[in-house]
């Protein structure tokens, strides 16, 4: 098997564990827009509440993702493409996996929170269990790994700011 089509086994893998993973988050938007509201704050803290705010912004973030999908103009010796390869992979579909994990953990008490406005349900209750007992943030663990893993394993400009922006959650 050659490299590209191994590549391409790994473009389409990847990319139907992001969609997988999307979907199962979008759920869990949209069912938090369906249950009753606890503490409300934050400027935004209405939009929160939305369908249409989600829809809206999921459009227009990955419509934006669709058109720039472009190949960044890069010469990359095989051998650094079978290393950014295999590390990519390492990263993002770990990555992945622990999106849903957290996700799934979290259950009915999943929903989204910015700086700008954060929602608790009436019957809120602190996850402390699967990879809550590892990590505060598994969702920031998984930005980090997937997004860089995305930027090694893609190389769009798309993952290029978003693989960029995981420094911003490591703290040095």
């Known amino acids: ?15 139907l564990l992001a969609y ?10 949209w069912h938090g827009t369906r249950r009753r509201a606890g503490l409300v704050t934050g400027q935004m803290g209405g939009y929160l509440r939305s369908p249409w705010f989600y829809l809206l912004t999921s459009v227009i ?18 051998e650094i493409r079978i290393g950014m390869l295999a590390i990519g992979s390492l990263l993002f579909f770990p990555g992945m996996l622990f999106a849903l994990w957290g996700r799934l953990t979290l259950g009915a008490n999943y929903f989204i929170s910015t700086g700008f406005g954060a929602q608790l349900f009436a019957d809120h209750w602190l996850v402390t269990n699967g990879p809550f007992a590892i990590v505060r ?15 090694l394993i893609y190389q769009t400009w798309p993952t290029l700011p978003t693989g960029s922006a995981t420094a911003g959650f490591l703290e040095i």
């Open 20 to 29: 997988a993973t999307l979907g199962v988050i979008l759920y869990g938007i």
């Open 61 to 78: 973030y990955f419509g934006i993702c669709i058109l720039v999908w472009i190949p960044l103009p890069l010469a990359i010796p095989t």
């Open 137 to 151: 943030h598994p969702m920031y663990v998984r930005f980090i790994l997937a997004a860089f893993g995305s930027l």
């Open 1 to 15: 098997m050659n490299l590209e089509s191994v590549e391409s086994v790994i473009h389409w893998l990847g990319g």
